[in-house]
C-alpha cells in the first residue's frame, strides 16, 4: 500500500493507517526513507522466515522523499528509534513515520535555542510495542510528557503515546485531491504546525 497524502477526496485516507493498526496480529511499517525501507525490508523477511510469522503492512510513499541522516537498521527493527537528540533530557519528543520526518526534523532545526527537542521514527508501532521497558523508556522517557506525533491520518494511533499533555499534527478529516505541497499547506501539516504543537505540549506539561 502507498501512504496517501495525494488520494481523491472522497477516500477515507485519514483513517487508513489508524485502521490498519486495530487490526489485531497485523504490523504496520511505514519507513521515512530509502535506508529506512531498505531495514524494514530485511526485517519483514527476517520475521516472515521465523517460528510465528505475522502478516506485515509496509506503507510506501510515492513522493520524492530526501535521504535522512541517521537511519538506524537495529532502531528501524525495534520499531522506533532516536533519530535526532537533544542533549540531555529534551524539553518535547516528537514522533513521525513516514513523509512526515522531514517535517518533526524542520520543527527541531526552528525550535533550536528555545525547546531541545528529541525525534523518533516510529516505522512500525507494532514492533515497538514489542520491546523491553528499559528500551521503550529509553526512547520515550515518562520523565518528558510534552510530545507531539507528525503524520498525515487521524492521531488515534497515537494518543496512548502522546499522553494528556500531548499534541497531534495530522488531519482529522476528509482529505482532497491535490499536490502534497497544497494539501499539508492547506490542511496545516507543517512545521510551522509542528513547531506550534511542540509549544503547546510543553506549556501543557510545565504548567501542573
Given at each position: 500500500m502507498r501512504d496517501a497524502v495525494e488520494g481523491p477526496p472522497d477516500r477515507r485516507d485519514d483513517v487508513a493507517l489508524a485502521a490498519l493498526r486495530a487490526i489485531p496480529g497485523l504490523d504496520v511499517v511505514r519507513p521515512?526513507?530509502?535506508?529506512?525501507?531498505?531495514?524494514?525490508w530485511r526485517?519483514?523477511?527476517?520475521r516472515h522466515t521465523g517460528a510465528s510469522p505475522r502478516p506485515i503492512g509496509l506503507i510506501l510513499s510515492?513522493?520524492?522523499?530526501?535521504?535522512?541522516?541517521?537511519a538506524r537498521?537495529?532502531?528501524?527493527?525495534?520499531g522506533g528509534y532516536?533519530?535526532?537528540?537533544?542533549p540531555g533530557l529534551p524539553d518535547v519528543i516528537v514522533v513521525a513515520t513516514?513523509?512526515?520526518?522531514?517535517?518533526?526534523?524542520?520543527?527541531?532545526?526552528?525550535?533550536?535555542?528555545?525547546?531541545s527537542v528529541r525525534v523518533v521514527s516510529m516505522?512500525?508501532?507494532?514492533?515497538?510495542?514489542?520491546?523491553?521497558?528499559d528500551y521503550r523508556e529509553s526512547i520515550l522517557p515518562s520523565a518528558v510528557s510534552a510530545r507531539v506525533s507528525v503524520e498525515a491520518a487521524i492521531g488515534q494511533s497515537w494518543w496512548r503515546i502522546l499522553g494528556s499533555d500531548g499534541r497531534h499534527v495530522g488531519l482529522e478529516h476528509y482529505g482532497a485531491s491535490a499536490d502534497q505541497g497544497t494539501l499539508y499547506r492547506e490542511f496545516g501539516i507543517t512545521v510551522d504546525a509542528v513547531v506550534?504543537?511542540?509549544r503547546a505540549s510543553h506549556r501543557a506539561a510545565t504548567a501542573r
Open positions: 521515512a526513507d530509502a535506508n529506512e525501507t531498505a531495514f524494514a526485517e519483514m523477511i527476517r510515492r513522493q520524492n522523499l530526501p535521504v535522512l541522516a541517521g537498521a537495529d532502531g528501524v527493527a525495534r532516536v533519530l535526532a537528540d537533544a513516514g513523509s512526515e520526518m522531514t517535517l518533526a526534523l524542520g520543527a527541531r532545526d526552528a525550535l533550536a535555542g528555545e525547546l516505522p512500525c508501532v507494532e514492533w515497538f510495542d514489542e520491546q523491553d521497558e506550534d504543537a511542540a
